[in-house]
């Protein structure tokens, strides 16, 4: 008989009131756990998709710190669709036992908030069962930035540009 795998705990929402676009991936993988930072894993093009997204190339190359610092002033927050949960790995599939995150509260506290935008179809899944009528948020699927999504980065990027009327610049 094996054992149950731990529970993954996720991470607190990066976002304030000043957040226009709110973006939800489902709950983070173990490089992410492990750093204790959203979209740690090398070859997640996360960083580099938001990057090109508010002008800033070289957003992937900075500290975490500065990542997120670039992300609040172009009025970005980040969170997950899942607080914690069950799994083994970092694959979305191998989820098991979800405890959705208060996804409504977090929105509620948000008033510029005008795109909520689900980094894959397990956020988009889950996301939308909460959100659809809670919110008067567009809500907006996109593939999910994971090296587990096999799909060439331009492809993501063009799918990920949808988000740019919600974007503000970041100050370079």
């Not at 149950?4 to 709110?22: C, I, K, M, N, Q």
């Not at 991936?25 to 998709?49: C, E, I, M, T, V």
Request: proline letters at 7%.
């Amino acid at each position: 008989m094996s054992t149950p795998p731990e529970r993954s705990v996720g991470f607190a929402p990066v976002a304030d009131a000043d957040t226009r676009l709110l973006i939800l991936g489902s709950l983070p993988g173990d490089a992410s756990l492990k750093a204790a930072q959203y979209y740690a894993h090398p070859q997640n093009g996360f960083w580099r998709l938001i990057g090109a997204l508010i002008a800033q190339p070289d957003l992937a190359a900075l500290s975490y710190e500065a990542r997120l610092e670039r992300l609040r002033a172009a009025r970005i927050g980040l969170w997950d669709v899942i607080a914690s949960a069950e799994r083994r790995g970092s694959l979305d599939a191998a989820i098991r036992n979800p405890e959705a995150a208060d996804l409504i509260a977090l929105t509620a506290r948000l008033p510029a908030l005008r795109a909520v935008a689900f980094n894959g179809g397990t956020a988009a899944r889950a996301g939308r069962r909460i959100l659809e009528g809670a919110t008067t948020a567009a809500l907006i699927d996109l593939p999910s930035s994971s090296p587990a999504h096999a799909r060439p980065f331009d492809e993501k990027q063009a799918r990920w540009s949808v988000l740019s009327p919600y974007l503000v610049a970041a100050d370079k």
